[in-house]
């Protein structure tokens, strides 16, 4: 058997191993049905479910007209935990809870056709090695992965913040490249395209990480957007000349046909 499929049974083997989902003979499975059924009876179409990042979740089609706060208040078992549902599914999907899906793209509309609900809020989602030796030994360093769609910050090596983000669309990507912070400024006015760009840290001209819109989907003209509020906090934890890298890696992913809702 060639490696990487050697390699992809065996990280199936642990992930599996780590959820309890073993044979009906042995341990019990964790029972996703009630949250099923509530999303079937909603109307809500599952597509698929699978694991991202150490959470099992369940994809969902997107109605025209929802939005993941109309979403959770929908559904009984989010709204009984309204708040922290539906901030671990804006993390998740790196979305505004509060964009709604329009049938043509507006501003501050949501993008995505399909949403992962995690099903179990209290696994935190590992995108990013708690401890990276790979790293250059700085107090402070940027990981921007524009493939799995999130930024960690590094203090020494070890992992102490993770930001959900959108980088560039298609035709104006965001370049792979190392980089320091140039500079820093609360309130910034892009002139190039026109629009606010609120804790902005200028990493290579014309590219900033700063807070944006975060849609569902790789939205920018090439530049980092997070959430305003996590722009703020990473604007206060770097200073000018703090190292940071692009860089592009596959969604850490296992995708079963309505594996958890059948």
């Not at 998740?92 to 709604?100: H, K």
């Not at 900033?208 to 703020?232: M, N, Q, T, W």
Request: aromatic share 12%; with cysteine.
């Amino acid at each position: 058997m060639p490696r990487l499929g050697l390699a992809l049974l065996i990280w199936v083997a642990v992930c599996l191993g780590l959820f309890g989902f073993h044979s009906r003979a042995g341990a019990t499975e964790p029972d996703y049905s009630p949250l099923c059924r509530e999303l079937a009876k909603s109307g809500l179409e599952i597509l698929n479910s699978g694991i991202a990042y150490g959470v099992p979740y369940v994809e969902i089609k997107v109605p025209l007209g929802s939005s993941v706060t109309s979403i959770c208040r929908r559904l009984p078992s989010l709204r009984a935990d309204f708040t922290r549902c539906r901030n671990r599914i804006a993390f998740f999907n790196a979305l505004n809870p509060l964009y709604i899906k329009t049938s043509t793209g507006e501003p501050f509309s949501l993008e995505a056709d399909t949403l992962k609900i995690p099903l179990d809020l209290n696994i935190v989602p590992e995108v990013f090695p708690a401890y990276d030796a790979s790293l250059p030994s700085d107090d402070k360093f940027i990981l921007v992965d524009i493939g799995k769609g999130f930024l960690a910050l590094y203090a020494w090596g070890q992992l102490h913040r993770v930001f959900p983000v959108s980088g560039g669309r298609p035709e104006k990507q965001t370049p792979l490249i190392s980089f320091t912070v140039k500079k820093k400024y609360q309130e910034h006015w892009s002139n190039i395209y026109d629009t606010w760009m609120p804790w902005a840290l200028l990493i290579k001209l014309p590219y900033y990480i700063h807070g944006g819109v975060l849609p569902g989907k790789s939205d920018s003209a090439g530049c980092i957007r997070l959430f305003p509020e996590d722009a703020e906090e990473l604007y206060n934890l770097v200073e000018i000349g703090t190292p940071g890298r692009i860089i592009q890696t596959p969604k850490l992913e296992l995708t079963y046909p309505a594996f958890f809702c059948r």
